[in-house]
């Protein structure tokens, strides 16, 4: 819902995910670039952290106070966890400022996850993280509160592993799970289904939880948790013809690239579009 | 110590480290009466919403065997209320219970029909009444049938006397903190300078109520403002005012107040504003008086659902208040409100993105409560409004906002807005 200006740290990373959209080959930002970008944002009350690995950075503490200084409000790291393991790291983070924190995950199991990572031992730092920022969320006093969101990154190897994840996560007390579509090779459907399948569970334990990717017609009656409905943007044209018959049409991007039309059908009607125009008016207002 | 037959507790169940201000001007209106003040101790109980228990209440009771016990009831503290009452009832059958209260007010009836532990339901404002039932428990004067604005138990029967006439002149009932019944204290001290509300918004029990608005004299008001802020110790304190900025002359008149009497650099925190109203010179006005930080609406952001709840909302005078409170460097809380009719999941979600976009300092979500005595109660049928009968009377479900989509609504709304509530100072 909170939009965020993000903040590209480079591809150094120390896990090497088959999903990850990164162009290995791209240079490593210097503090000095990265203050560059935070200085251009308009608004710099919200900004995120990106890579690679942000935590690997030796100048992120220094563009944290830098971020805040400028107005920053909201500071969120995006990351794999694994530094988060060592406490003092974490601490360090959320002193200086920065109390919202986006893990990845790809699995219940080393197995699993360390298939999408293809380094050993990723998966036990990663769930130390986790215990870390839970152990933080248990302790802290309100000033030092932690905001913590777990990124599900869902594809054809872990497809089956999501319920276990949710149930794992959920012992860590995070506050949403976010399950996002990744590689190209996931069957969509049967994605969806384990998707809207884990979301039911979250829900029904009292845990928000968002998807991201999977379009709506594949989605039905799990449209209160789709990203691409709640924070709507816009996307014309390009869409086979069978989409401009769905009332989602201009909130979707269409079917997913390297998948068949097969799985696809336009959505007739929406009870609760009048909601979505707002939405889209607003998004439409605060782009002006 | 008054003697064993007269003495009177008044209960209450608050959020932690609060004292009852209702509690207070009852005890100060019945103390007013030398008969009573002569003849009777009054004590108040407060007890912790959210740690207190039962059985400590009980305990308490116990040991200071009062002759006659008030409960204040509201719809978050009821069930408890009705728990005690019974307790009590096992061990001083012969002791009366007397409810007051927004959540017995308007249903005082019903809650006595089907809770043989309440002797008496009060309709409106306790301090009048309660001292009418003082005199007729513990001085035997007069007869329940002739005391006006409460419902009572006449064998197996309920009678519901007429209603009361409020009180008009509020100066009749004598300041808790000026009488000394209530110490100011830092962060839970409350003022009142007027009673009513001006608008008739759905949700809200002020709505159902009597027309009209009453008001404490300035001079009064003066007079607590002085105590409270002569005190270096107390750093905070608030107004219960349903509309503190209720009109420019009273603004201007209380801010003043405040300002001339503010040498320890006291602060007003969460005090109530009607945003819409509020222009550079209000804002002006709230800055002398030393006001930190307000709460206001809009309660949703859609136009359609602000017609059905009977609020008024203009959606670029309520943006232009949240500016200009905060470039003010006045915290400004928003509320909203999940379960309203005529919402649904993306109409709430679109109020949620409205509110972040203005860029208040909190954003704080709540579930509909129907109210007894609110229009919403009233008028459950026409929005097809489900809801728990018993309190605090949660909304189910209503014509245009699924129970389902609710249970996600609030599930989202948390979510998203300790996200934003994450802001570092």
């Known amino acids: 819902m909170l939009s965020y200006e993000k903040i590209y740290f480079g591809p150094a990373c120390n896990n090497r ?141 872990n497809v089956e592993d999501l319920l276990p994840m949710v149930s794992l996560l959920m012992s860590y007390g995070v506050d949403v799970l976010r399950f996002v579509r990744m590689g190209s090779r996931l069957p969509v459907r049967q994605g969806a289904q384990a998707v809207a399948t884990a979301m039911k569970v979250a829900t029904l334990n009292r845990v928000w939880s968002l998807s991201e990717g999977f379009p709506p017609c594949i989605m039905k009656g799990s449209e209160c948790h789709l990203t691409e409905l709640i924070q709507p943007q816009t996307f014309p044209g390009n869409k086979p013809k069978s989409c401009n018959k769905c009332v989602f049409s201009p909130l979707c991007a269409g079917p997913p690239e390297g998948y068949g039309q097969r799985d696809f059908r336009a959505v007739a009607t929406f009870p609760y579009f009048r909601g979505l125009e707002y939405l889209m008016e607003l998004t439409a207002s605060r782009a002006k | 110590m008054p003697n064993s037959n007269s003495r009177i507790l ?75 009452a019974r307790s009590v009832k096992q061990i001083m059958p012969k002791v009366p219970i007397v409810a007051g209260g927004p959540e017995i007010g308007p249903v005082a009836d019903r809650y006595l029909a089907r809770h043989p532990a309440l002797d008496i339901g009060i309709h409106d404002e306790g301090e009048a009444v309660f001292s009418d039932l003082i005199k007729y428990y513990l001085a035997g004067k007069g007869e329940l049938a002739a005391i006006d604005g409460i419902s009572f138990r006449s064998g197996d029967t309920v009678v519901k006397n007429p209603d009361r006439t409020p009180i008009k002149n509020l100066d009749e009932i004598p300041s808790p903190y000026l009488t000394g019944i209530l110490i100011p204290r830092d962060g839970v001290t409350y003022i009142q300078s007027f009673r009513g509300c001006p608008f008739r918004c759905g949700f809200c029990y002020e709505a159902g109520r009597h027309k009209g608005l009453r008001f404490f004299s300035y001079e009064r008001v003066q007079a607590e403002i002085e105590l409270i802020m002569g005190n270096p110790h107390i750093r905070s304190f608030h107004f219960v005012d349903s509309v503190f900025n209720l009109n420019a002359r009273h603004l201007k008149k209380i801010t003043h107040i405040l300002g001339s009497n503010n040498r320890h650099g006291t602060r007003l925190r969460t005090i109530e504003v009607f945003a819409e109203h509020l222009d550079a010179e209000a804002v002006a006005n709230l800055v002398d008086a030393g006001v930190q930080s307000i709460e206001t609406g809009p309660q949703t952001a859609v136009p359609e659902t602000q017609k059905r709840i009977g609020r008024y909302f203009d959606e670029e005078k309520f943006a232009r208040a949240v500016r200009l409170l905060r470039e003010a460097g006045i915290e400004v809380w928003c509320d909203l409100i999940v379960g309203l009719p005529g919402d649904n999941f993306f109409l709430c979600a679109y109020s949620v993105a409205f509110i972040m976009n203005l860029k208040p300092a909190h954003i704080v979500m709540s579930i509909l409560h129907v109210l007894p005595g609110t229009p919403l109660f009233e008028q459950a049928d026409t929005f097809g409004l489900a809801f728990d009968p018993e309190p605090p009377h949660y909304v189910v479900a209503n014509d245009t906002f699924p129970f389902e989509q609710i249970y996600e609504c609030v599930l989202f709304s948390s979510a998203v807005t300790k996200e934003y509530n994450m802001a570092s100072a």
Not at chain 1, 133 to 141: D, I, P, T
Not at chain 2, 44 to 54: P, Y
Request: glycine share 6%; proline share 3%.
């Open chain 2, 10 to 84: 008044l209960v209450s169940f608050n959020v932690a480290g609060h004292d009852s201000l209702a509690l207070g001007y009852v005890k100060a209106y019945a103390l007013k009466d030398p008969t009573i003040s002569r003849k009777t101790h009054i004590e108040i109980l407060n007890l912790s919403h959210e740690e207190g228990d039962v059985r400590q209440a009980l305990y308490y009771i116990s040991d200071y065997r009062p002759q006659l016990i008030g409960l204040s009831c509201y719809c978050w503290n009821m069930q408890r209320m009705l728990e005690l």
């Open chain 1, 17 to 157: 995910c088959t999903v990850c959209d990164v162009l290995a080959d791209d240079t490593p930002r210097s503090l000095n670039e990265l203050v560059r970008q935070v200085d251009a944002l308009s608004d710099p009350e919200n900004v995120e952290l990106s890579g690679g690995e942000p935590s690997l950075h030796e100048g992120l503490l220094s563009l944290i106070s830098h971020i805040r200084r400028r107005g920053g409000k909201r500071i969120k790291l995006r990351t794999n966890g694994r530094t988060l393991a060592d406490r003092g790291v974490l601490q360090t983070l959320v002193r200086e400022g920065c109390r919202i924190f986006e893990v990845s995950l790809f699995g219940a199991s080393p197995n699993t996850h360390e298939a999408v990572t293809r380094v050993r031992a990723s998966f036990d730092e990663t769930l130390k993280g986790f215990e870390t920022l839970s152990a933080h969320s248990s302790m802290a006093e309100a000033d030092e509160s932690i905001y913590v969101i777990a990124r599900i990154g869902v594809t054809d190897e």
